[in-house]
């Protein structure tokens, strides 16, 4: 029912905006310009009201409209009620607007009018209140649906007026001297609008009453069309039959009134007896339905399950006296959204989210959830289902429900699974397998070591008749003899024979594997009338293989001991000889004894106390050594001796006994101390051959520096007094004296590189490469060398020695260029895993591939010194300033391309 009026009301607005559409456009064609002159007609602003009244009113029937319908619709609506309450004013003396004639002009002189193509009073004041209505409809948050209908109401009687005017003939109705009275196209579109505005919202405000399915209901749609048609009709009957001279004033009233009392008398009876009958079928389902519902309550407490229904349309919410049992609550005037609070906190969303679906009719649901009694505060599993209900027009009238109690099922269930999950993991867990069969040999469950110690890739393989495993494995004994099927440990178990620790050789045929198990097994339980077998296999094999392992270990070990180069034995706790070298019986002199199984102190019955207290302590798990221990022999001799004395455990951890290990050293101690002496004496060499560098040196320098002095001097007085050749000669000399004097130097360098003359520490090769270059700034200037750089790292190392390093390396880089070629030398560095690799590259001369290893070599020179100056030492300083940092030295270069000189320091030294 709801569906089809809210589409009347629909209807009752297009058919309003369909009369105003057409009258307006016979305004604008001119067909009604003149019309008006012999009968009265719908005015411009009147249809232009219809058009927006009508038109508004199909867009605020929807219940939720769109925004853009909702103000689309209040636009139209404010502007019908402002143009009809414009109108209303105009009729007020003094009052001229001038909003008549704006769409269309009519001539003066128009029936019924004071003012051309104004419209009437009856017309202005419903479109003003129709305004109102529809504003009322659309407002928010909550429409004023009552106050819109009870418009709607006036709005039908304003148009009754009018059309009863019609229908009787009565000029009186629709015209006056002063006044525009309503036209009878506008007083049934006013009536469609009416309509309209009350079943828009049939479901609400005035209309529940009507649109209600009780009784109540029923009477008023029954009677409410008789209370309206029936008057009309009588009352034109009247006037037709007054008129017509049937009767008389008088008489026609009597007949009048007899016949409205006949016909409401009928009417009445006749919706009385209607509504008798619906009670009389109403108070039977109502017996039935208490003797279902007396039955459905025993049914909810058998099987502890509640029931609750929520009518949508009365908003009554009821709920059956086993579901307030179920939650522990007596209050009964609870509403649904309070009834969350019993849910368990973590399952209100998903309870929320599934009762929001069933309101809203998108699907039924089932689902188990906890609640929280309400008095005794106890946590409760049930199952909740809940259905929905529409009505003819698809809307959801009705949603009810089941809740049954489940919390001693879940519990049982679960402690159903928690024991099988037990069992099962214990079987899952076990390393031996596990075949449970029947007395008829059909195996159906295998633990995993079971079915994966027969080779299976899942227990499904393996679930099989007995007899189908013949032609799989097969059973031996440890003397090889084959088992038949009925010797198997399972058939044993069936006859009734006991099978406990049988040790088999099972043999795989298709996998060609064989291992040796272990058979247990008895009669596990009776299901029906049939026995299961349970069967234990252990896997032995890795056992025996331990055990003979263990046995040729062991033998090995008295192998190695017996035949140990050095004195060795091994004892138990009570400190018996278990193993003993032949070494321990040589130093020992025990030589041709047997000593397994003897007392290491009945052996040597006056070993010292401190050796007892060695052997307690090693026994209670220290390990106890000493490198070096002197003895002194019966003789009188010093013997010295390296011995160690530790645990041994046996398979369980346990200390089972100790090892004894002894070892003369005597003859190394005596090397070790030739061996110092030496050391002391090639140190005092060392010194004395360091200071006779120091005093050489001094003693060297002294007379070339007296003779570079005089001939200097020589040189300078007799300049240009002697000869040319002379002269020569003096140069000759000063250069000599010089090239010795420099000589000399490296060679002092030299020696001083060899010896540590100072702890390394961390330096900033960039400040060493630094003070390189300032060192160098002479010939660089000279020779317009160009150096560049990387970021160089820090080191650890020397920086005196480094210094030298970087300005030898850097100089012969500038000394040996081309000619005419302008020097370009840079410096990189790369670490490599755990050193710093440097590079010098330069773009000189280059040198040949076979002087790569002689250039480092003492007083090896490429070229002659009137080529190149210098002493054939600066390489060999470098190279034995890297092997003192612990690092090398390497050139890598071709003739005319430049050379690369590498060298590796280590990260940290």
């Known amino acids: 029912m709801e569906r089809r009026l809210r589409c009347f009301a629909v209807g009752a607005g297009a058919v309003a905006a369909a009369i105003g559409v057409v009258c307006l456009l016979a305004w604008l064609s001119g067909a009604m310009t003149y019309r008006g002159l012999s009968s009265l007609t719908i005015k411009t602003n009147a249809s232009l009201c219809l058009i927006l009244c009508g038109t508004a009113l199909m867009q605020a029937v929807p219940a939720d409209p769109s925004p853009l319908l909702r103000w689309t619709a209040r636009c139209f609506a404010a502007i019908c009620l402002v143009v009809g309450g414009l ?12 909003i008549d004639q704006l769409l269309a002009v009519e001539p003066p002189g128009a029936l019924g009018v004071v003012s051309p193509n104004r419209m009437g009073l009856p ?9 109102i209505a529809i504003l009322f409809l659309l407002h928010t948050p909550r429409p004023l649906v009552r106050q819109s209908q009870w418009i709607g109401i006036i709005l039908c009687l304003i148009a009754l007026l009018g059309l009863l005017g019609y229908i009787y003939g009565a000029r009186a109705f629709h015209g006056v001297s002063s006044y525009t009275f309503v036209a009878w196209p506008t007083a049934i579109a006013i009536a469609f609008l009416g309509a309209g505005l009350l079943c828009a919202r049939p479901k609400e405000g005035l209309m529940v009453s009507i649109t209600s399915a009780d009784a109540g209901g029923v009477a008023i749609r029954r009677l409410l069309a008789a209370a309206i048609l029936v008057p009309i009709a009588l009352g034109w009957l009247h006037l037709q039959g007054e008129s017509h001279g049937f009767y008389g004033r008088i008489s026609g009233t009597r007949f009048l009134v007899i016949a409205w009392i006949v016909i409401f008398s009928w009417l009445v009876h006749q919706t009385a007896k209607r509504l008798f009958r619906a009670d009389e079928a109403k108070r039977s389902a109502l017996t039935a339905l208490q003797r279902t519902q007396a039955l459905l309550l025993e049914a909810e407490r058998l099987s502890h399950t509640g029931a609750w229904e929520w009518d949508l349309t009365s908003d009554i919410w009821t709920f059956s006296d086993e579901w307030q049992r179920l939650h522990g609550t007596r209050d009964r005037s609870l509403r649904p959204d309070e009834l969350f609070s019993i849910a368990h906190p973590e399952d209100r969303p998903a309870i929320r989210s599934a009762f929001d679906a069933l309101r809203r009719g998108a699907s039924p649901y089932e689902m188990e959830h906890r609640i929280v009694r309400q008095d005794t505060g106890e946590v ?24 049954q109690d489940i919390t001693e099922q879940k519990r049982a269930e679960d402690e159903l699974r928690k024991s099988e999950a037990r069992l099962s993991t214990a079987l899952d867990n076990l390393r031996e397998g596990v075949v449970i069969a029947t007395e008829r040999g059909e195996v159906f469950y295998w633990n995993p070591s079971g079915w994966m110690m027969h080779g299976y890739a899942n227990p499904e393989e393996g679930r099989r008749h007995l007899a189908e495993f013949e032609q799989i494995f097969q059973l031996s004994l440890a003397d090889g003899r084959v088992l038949t099927l009925d010797e198997w440990p399972m058939l044993r178990i069936i006859r009734g024979e006991k099978v406990q620790n049988l040790e088999l050789r099972l043999r795989r045929l298709d996998q060609e594997w064989e291992r040796v198990v272990s058979y247990s097994g008895t009669i596990l339980q009776t299901l029906g009338e049939e026995r299961l077998v349970y069967l234990s296999i252990c896997d032995m094999t890795e056992q025996r293989r331990a055990e003979e392992a263990l046995q040729e270990r062991e033998e090995r070990l008295r192998i190695f001991i017996e035949h140990a180069p050095a004195a060795l034995a091994m004892f138990d706790r009570q400190m018996r000889y278990v193993h003993v070298s032949r070494r321990w019986l040589t130093d020992y002199d025990l030589e041709g004894r047997n000593l397994r199984g003897i007392c290491h102190y009945q052996v040597f019955p006056e070993i010292p106390d401190h050796w007892r207290q060695v052997h307690a302590r090693a026994l209670a798990g220290e390990i106890l050594r000493a490198d070096e221990d002197q003895f002194v022999r019966s003789d009188g001799s010093i013997q010295w001796v390296r011995w160690e004395v530790r645990p041994w455990q046996d398979a369980s951890g346990r200390v089972a006994g100790i090892l004894v290990f002894s070892e003369d050293i005597t003859h190394r101690k005596h090397a070790e101390q030739e061996r110092e002496r030496l050391i002391t004496e090639l140190q005092q060499s060392n010194a004395e051959l360091q200071q006779f560098a120091y005093v050489s040196s001094h003693d060297l320098q002294e007379p070339i520096r007296m003779v570079t002095s005089y001939v200097q001097l020589l040189q300078k007085r007799y300049q240009g007094k002697l000869d040319e050749k002379a002269e020569m000669y003096i140069s000759f000399i000063v250069e000599a004296a010089h090239r010795m004097s420099c000589l000399i130097n490296d060679l002092l360098a030299l020696s001083r590189v060899g010896r540590r003359e100072r702890e390394f520490m961390p330096v900033e090769t960039e400040l060493v490469v630094k003070e390189a270059l300032d060192n160098l700034r002479f010939a660089m200037e000279e020779s317009g060398a160009r150096i560049t750089k990387d970021t160089l790292p820090m080191v650890m190392g020397d920086p005196v020695q480094l210094l030298q390093l970087f300005q030898n390396l850097l100089g012969n880089a500038i000394k040996y260029r081309k000619k005419e070629v302008t020097p370009e030398v840079h410096i990189s560095a790369e670490r490599k895993k755990n050193q710093w690799l440097f590079g010098i590259h330069d773009n000189g001369i280059g040198i040949e591939p076979q002087y790569h290893e002689r250039i480092f070599v003492i007083f090896q020179r490429l070229h002659q010194r009137e080529e190149y100056q210098g002493t054939g030492i600066g390489l060999a300083i470098c190279q034995k300033i890297v092997e003192n940092h612990g690092g090398r030295i390497w050139v890598e270069s071709k003739p005319g391309l430049g050379s690369t000189f590498f060298f590796s320091l280590p990260i940290n030294k």
């Open 123 to 131: 017309a202005a004041v419903s479109f003003t209140l129709g305004g």
């Open 87 to 98: 109108t209303v004013m105009e009729y007020l003396p003094g009052w001229e607007l001038a």
């Open 380 to 403: 409760r599993t049930v199952k909740a289902s809940g259905q929905y209900l529409r009505d003819r027009s698809g809307r959801v009238v009705k949603i009810y429900g089941f809740v």
